[in-house]
């Protein structure tokens, strides 16, 4: 569609079509599936800009690249980025006991000690960092010492201010608690934050296992390969169709043959994508097949 201004139309029209426009470059560049609340968002952003300079703001942002300031502005106000620490705990159960046992013991094996998790549409960070929480048990558990392996836990997400709250590693404070469901016997990962007595900052420990950058699961590379287990959980709900399709190759291209996909509980990927899904518990996995690309 056009951002060409259309000649004398109605302030609901104007408004109406430059909200077609800025959905469609939202598909277009980040995948975003329509839906009503996406539709509100994006109705209110448009009503916020001068009426007469909708159509050049929208020729102009489509001039830079995606990962330009203002529009990651944009895509941080029209997404949602509710999560929490140990969320949909049967999957991290199945992650814990089976998968990153499996995983540390094939590293031992192969005398490879080197670790490489990817979590993808990580929001604020909570999900990376209790991934990485999990593997320090389960070395713990196998009697290895963390600093003999190198672990990598990458977190990304498509919003740099999410990506920023991650890097900081603070938490809790007003609203959704980041610690709501946070099992006690993970308390001693968080300690108290010095600036506000209701926020706690992330062990020092598990956080030299992760970092953060900002990434877009419609890119055409990852950011990063060789990975042995990816997440992806509670990601796909925000994609269209096409989107789907391009994550899922992007994520089978990070991961190397044989590593483990962890999607979100109501997420199923196509018979033929390259990945063989099993059921451990209640949990779903799906597994890498054949070679790395």
Not at 85 to 97: A, Y
Not at 136 to 152: I, M
Not at 233 to 254: C, K, M, P
Request: hydrophobic share 40%; charged share 25%.
């Amino acid at each position: 569609m056009s951002a060409s201004s259309p000649p004398a139309a109605s302030y609901y029209d104007v408004r109406l079509e430059a909200g077609e426009c800025l959905l469609d470059d939202l598909r277009q560049r980040c995948g975003l599936k329509r839906d009503d609340l996406l539709e509100r968002k994006v109705a209110g952003l448009i009503r916020q800009r001068p009426q007469a300079t909708l159509f050049s703001w929208l020729d102009d942002l489509r001039d830079r690249p995606a990962n330009q300031a203002e529009w990651l502005a944009i895509v941080d106000a029209v997404t949602i980025h509710e999560t929490y620490f140990f969320r949909d705990p049967n999957q991290l159960e199945v992650l814990r006991q089976v998968l990153l046992p499996e995983q540390i013991a094939a590293c031992i094996a192969a005398d490879q000690r080197r670790i490489t998790v990817w979590s993808a549409g990580c929001a604020s960070g909570e999900e990376a960092y209790s991934v990485a929480i999990l593997l320090l048990e389960a070395l713990g558990d196998a009697g290895e010492n963390p600093s003999d392996w190198h672990l990598d836990v990458l977190g990304t997400d498509v919003s740099a201010v999410m990506v920023d709250v991650a890097r900081a590693a603070v938490y809790g404070g007003p609203g959704l608690d980041s610690f709501r469901q946070l099992p006690p016997e993970h308390g001693s990962s968080f300690v108290p934050d010095r600036a506000s007595k209701k926020r706690r900052g992330v062990h020092r420990d598990v956080r030299a296992l992760v970092r953060f950058e900002q990434h877009n699961l419609v890119d055409s590379l990852p950011p990063v390969t060789a990975v042995d287990i990816a997440l992806c959980r509670n990601v796909f709900i925000y994609l269209d169709g096409s989107a789907q399709e391009r994550a899922v190759g992007l994520l089978r291209t990070a991961l190397r043959p044989g590593g483990d996909l962890l999607l979100g509980v109501t997420d199923r990927l196509p018979v033929g994508c390259g990945f063989e899904r099993s059921a451990t518990g209640t949990a779903v996995i799906y597994r890498k097949q054949g070679g790395s690309t």
